[in-house]
């Protein structure tokens, strides 16, 4: 017979309050992250340091540094792939810092999307 109330599972209200609460507090923990990563820096070098960028964890860039042996009229080429190439790097910094803050969130799980 089956029991009146309750969640299918044996899962009572207070488990399920518990679970809530549980929830709630991840939700503040990945708010509080998010904040910490956005106000962060990143910098990321090319062409052995001739090219420099810094972005925010909001992926806002905020500055970039050219050594003047780098800037050469005649290969305006070579310096727009330094400078893609160093704005990607610190792209990258960024997302692996919030995959790694994701990961302490979650303990390591998978399949909620994150």
Do not use: Y
Not at 6 to 25: D, E, I
Not at 79 to 87: F, P, Q, R, T, V
Request: aromatic share 2%.
């Amino acid at each position: 017979m089956a029991k009146r109330g309750g969640f299918p599972g044996g899962m009572g209200m207070g488990n399920m309050n518990n679970l809530m609460k549980q929830a709630q507090r991840m939700q503040r923990q990945m708010e509080e992250q998010q904040k910490e990563l956005e106000e962060k820096e990143f910098v990321a070098k090319s062409g052995g340091g001739a090219v420099e960028i810094t972005i925010t964890g909001k992926r806002e860039i905020t500055k970039v540094h050219l050594n003047e042996e780098v800037v050469d009229p005649d290969d305006i080429e070579m310096l727009e792939d330094l400078i893609m190439a160093a704005a990607n790097e610190a792209l990258r910094q960024v997302d692996e810092a919030n995959a790694a803050n994701m990961s302490k969130l979650t303990g390591g799980l998978g399949g909620f999307g994150l």
